[in-house]
């Protein structure tokens, strides 16, 4: 099956800055690429996403990257604002189904 | 606005129980899942469902099943709740359409603890 790793786990930028966080992917027959956001005691909600067509996607201060070939994609946050501390989760489709696989968060802390 | 309820917040039950989770969401999704969230471990696919009365497992399925009698509906029981099934367990749904898969909307979660 699919299996997804996300790093770092942990960021820490000043407000203002940029925040990237990257994950791979196992199963090169994965075709979605989602980001969900968590903010504390809150559910998961989607951010962005991307397909397996698209190697660019962007709204406003989030974009997402895809790298097919090496099986990796990223989401950048710019210009961080404190709002923007969440646990964010990316994850991917695998092979079948509308099941996704996630990968273990990374917590971001923006400091004002 | 999609909504996705869970029954309880917060549950705390004893070694032993058996435990219902209900899920209920209101946009008509043919897909409904149920994950469990622990720090580091990000969300984990227990079941999952693409029609009523249909499941799937997910990747940690043990000492876990799951009911779907209607299409709003989902269910995951813990036969003989244990203190590992300590967790925040989150339901979630999508769409069934052609050409997903697509968002998946998530309910509150349900913080269950057993002692």
């Known amino acids: 099956g699919e299996n997804v790793e996300q790093h770092p786990s942990t960021l820490s930028v000043q407000e203002g800055d940029s925040a990237v966080i990257k994950c791979t992917y196992s199963?090169?027959?994965?075709?979605?690429f989602p980001w969900y956001k968590q903010e504390l005691g809150k559910r998961p909600q989607l951010i962005i996403d991307?397909?397996?067509?698209?190697g660019e996607k962007k709204d406003q201060r989030i974009a997402v990257t895809l790298n097919k070939t090496a099986k990796h994609f990223s989401l950048h946050i710019t210009e961080t604002q404190p709002e923007d501390s969440a646990v964010y989760f990316c994850?991917?489709?695998?092979?079948?189904?509308?099941?996704?696989?996630f990968g273990g968060g990374t917590r971001v802390l923006v400091k004002p | 606005d999609v909504k996705v309820t869970q029954s309880s917040r917060y549950l705390v039950k004893r070694t032993g129980e058996k435990v219902f989770l209900e899920c209920v969401q209101d946009?008509?999704?043919?897909?409904m899942f149920w994950y469990r969230q622990d720090p580091g471990l990000g969300l984990r696919l227990i079941y999952f469902?693409?029609?009523?009365?249909?499941?799937e497992k997910g990747d940690i399925p043990e000492g876990y099943s799951v009911s779907r009698e209607k299409k709003e509906r989902f269910s995951l029981i813990l036969e003989s709740a244990s203190t590992n099934q300590t967790s925040m367990y989150l339901c979630?749904?999508?769409?069934?359409?052609?050409?997903?898969?697509?968002?998946?909307?998530f309910g509150p979660g349900t913080r269950l603890t057993v002692t």
């Open positions: 979630a749904s999508s769409p069934g359409l052609a050409g997903g898969p697509y968002e998946q909307y």
């Open positions: 199963d090169s027959a994965s075709n979605y």
């Open positions: 991307i397909r397996s067509n698209v």
């Open positions: 994850a991917a489709s695998g092979a079948a189904g509308n099941k996704l696989t």
């Open positions: 946009m008509d999704h043919e897909n």
């Open positions: 469902s693409y029609d009523v009365k249909m499941k």
